[in-house]
Each structure stands twice: as structure tokens, then as C-alpha cells.
């Protein structure tokens, strides 16, 4: 089950790579009712401000899944989940309903008017990039590889499993340690063992 490991790691990489690239990217041009119909560009970062730090995170859980044990494989395929949840919400909300408070942030620095409603008498036109829809599409493919995760973690293998095998699990060459010590002690009698 190592390529099952490698399809969860690899999608919540993507997804945090994805992620943070978006915050970075414009997501929606306003329109300033200032009479110079000043346009700004308001950044991923301005409009959701947990997507960064919690893109950031989903790239930490998709490294450290790829060399944890069991248990902690579910622990951080919770996590990644609870990510993918709390930043698609955020996400899905600027989609489908543009609210000027995602906007406010940036007003403000351009600006110097704060207040949502003062940004809100500001703003005369708002219109959103594809980013907001990569950033959910991205928000998707972490919940799927958090819930991949959850469902298969118990059958994968690896070099964690390996590193902590027991004897038991060793496999079996034929002899037996116990064998020379039998010989040892029939030598300190003096008995020849090869008799």
C-alpha cells in the first residue's frame, strides 16, 4: 500500500502548494466611487486571512504523513481535514456571496477609510479572478486526501513500519541463536560440539 501513502502525500502537497500560491494572487478587482474609478486588486491573503498560514500547514501534514507511524497518520489526516473545512467554508463564502468585508483590508491600506460600512459606500464595483475557485477546487482535493488518508492509513506500509518490526516479523534464516550457545556451553565442559 506504499502508492496509497504516495497518493495521500502528494494531494495534500498540491493542495498546500496550491494554496499558498493562491494567497498571493489577485481574487477580486474593486472599483473605487472616488471619481478617478480607481480599481485595486485585493490579494488571497487580504481576502481569507487564515488561507496562508493554514495553506502553510496542509504542506506540513503532507511531509510529515509520509514518514509517521499509524497512529499519528490518523491524527494528521483529522488535521488536514479540519484545514480543508475551515478554509473551503472561508472560500465558498467570498465565491458565492462577494462580501465587501473581504475587500476591507485592502480599501483600508489604500485608503486609510475603515469600517465595513464606510468601505462599503467606497466600493462602486467588485469582480472576482478564477483564483477564489482554485483555491476551493484545492480545498477539495485536501479533504479527499484527508479522508483517503483516514480509510487506508491502518493497510500502508513503509520505512516507519520497518523501523519498528519486531523479531518476530524478521524474517527466518535457518538458525537459531540459541544453538551456539549450546555449543559454547559444551565447550567450557570440554565436549567437543562437532562429535
Known amino acids: 500500500m506504499r502508492r496509497a501513502r504516495s497518493l495521500a502525500v502528494v494531494g495534500m502537497l498540491l493542495a498546500g502548494a496550491l494554496g499558498v500560491i493562491a494567497s498571493t494572487q489577485t481574487w477580486i478587482d474593486v472599483t473605487l466611487a472616488d471619481g478617478a ?57 467570498v465565491v458565492l456571496t462577494l462580501p465587501v468585508s473581504a475587500t476591507a483590508a485592502t480599501v483600508t491600506d489604500a485608503t486609510g477609510i475603515s469600517g465595513v460600512d464606510a468601505v462599503a459606500d467606497l466600493v462602486s464595483s467588485m469582480s472576482l479572478t478564477p483564483w477564489p475557485v482554485v483555491t476551493l477546487l484545492a480545498q477539495l482535493l485536501l479533504a479527499a486526501a484527508a479522508v483517503f488518508t483516514l480509510v487506508s492509513a491502518r493497510r500502508w506500509r513503509g520505512s516507519a513500519d520497518r523501523k519498528y518490526r519486531t523479531a518476530t516479523d524478521a524474517p527466518a534464516d535457518g538458525s537459531r541463536p540459541h544453538d551456539a550457545i549450546d555449543s559454547w556451553d559444551d565447550l567450557s565442559r570440554g565436549d567437543d560440539p562437532t562429535a
Open 37 to 93: 474609478q480607481q480599481t485595486l486588486a485585493v490579494p488571497g491573503s487580504d481576502a481569507v486571512p487564515v488561507l496562508t498560514p493554514l495553506s502553510l500547514a496542509a504542506l506540513a501534514l503532507g511531509a510529515a504523513l509520509s514518514i509517521v507511524g499509524p497512529v499519528l497518520r490518523y491524527v494528521l489526516g483529522a488535521l488536514a481535514l479540519a484545514i480543508a473545512g475551515v478554509v473551503g467554508v472561508a472560500t465558498a463564502q
